[in-house]
């Protein structure tokens, strides 16, 4: 599935221009969506999150990169913004990473600077994307669990927790010592407030984990085993087979 870019342009005199640079992409993961020279339309168009990617054409006598930047609010809820300047320019290049651009290049512009800049865009995206479906799965798993007052407190350290192991393997070891437990008393204290064991309940979130992933259509069994800590995809399929009844492969699909 290739990326989508959002081609945000200060005139459209500069079409024609650029129409030798973006025929690179034809064989790459990046494809441009959309084509606009209206700034208005633009931060209705980035603000939609129809486009993966911002690619905006910062020439005179508009400039529209700062003020686009600036309309589509901060860098958390906004798509990766490479800006293109018909020169060299430190004042607004400097402006324009202030307000969260990845990426600032000037014309004439090399195709593979061009490339190298998408890529460090897609590079950030597959992190937001990792990111987004492991909170997603963690907060799957622990609305199965049981809601009570009581167990409101308990809930609030088990989601502080899986938020924590966001970038490693959790194990009953780290989970008893982030609550403060040794190992045993804390395998029993879980399955007295949950009706599982821990073991149980992280499977479980791992399987779900796993399956947002592979349903995106941009992660690899390999990079989703390797994510959920599995020591090898073998082991994974096996593992996720008997939880789902099917394999990675055909959930992927």
């Known amino acids: 599935m290739k990326l989508q870019i959002l081609v945000a342009d200060s005139g459209e005199h500069t079409a024609r221009n650029l129409n030798s640079l973006f025929s690179v992409l ?3 993961n990046y494809s441009i969506g959309k084509y606009t020279a209206n700034l208005n339309e633009a931060v209705s168009l980035v603000l939609s999150r129809q486009f993966d990617i911002l690619l905006c054409i910062n020439r005179a006598p508009e400039y529209i990169a700062a003020k686009l930047l600036r309309l589509t609010g901060g860098t958390e809820h906004r ?7 018909e020169q060299d320019d430190s004042q607004r290049m400097r402006e324009c990473f202030l307000l969260g651009a990845i990426d600032f290049l000037s014309e004439p512009l090399p195709p593979e600077d061009l490339i190298t800049a998408l890529s460090r865009a897609a590079a950030m995206i597959h992190e937001q994307l990792i990111e987004s479906e492991y909170r997603a799965a963690a907060e799957q798993a622990l609305a199965a669990l049981p809601h009570t007052e009581e167990l409101q407190p308990v809930l609030d350290k088990l989601s502080a927790f899986l938020l924590k192991m966001e970038h490693q393997t959790a194990t009953v070891e780290l989970a008893a010592d982030y609550f403060g437990f040794n190992r045993d008393y804390f395998g029993r204290y879980f399955k007295g407030k949950f009706g599982m064991t821990f073991g ?23 990079e989703v085993s390797r994510l959920l800590g599995f020591s ?5 399929t096996r593992v996720f087979k008997k939880h789902t009844g099917s394999t990675p492969s055909a959930v992927k699909k």
């Open 26 to 28: 034809e064989d790459t």
């Open 79 to 85: 798509i990766p913004a490479i800006i293109i300047s």
């Open 200 to 222: 149980d309940f992280y499977k479980s979130f791992q399987i779900s984990y796993a399956k947002r992933l592979l349903a995106t259509g941009q992660f690899k069994v390999l």
């Open 232 to 236: 090898t995809p073998d082991y994974f």
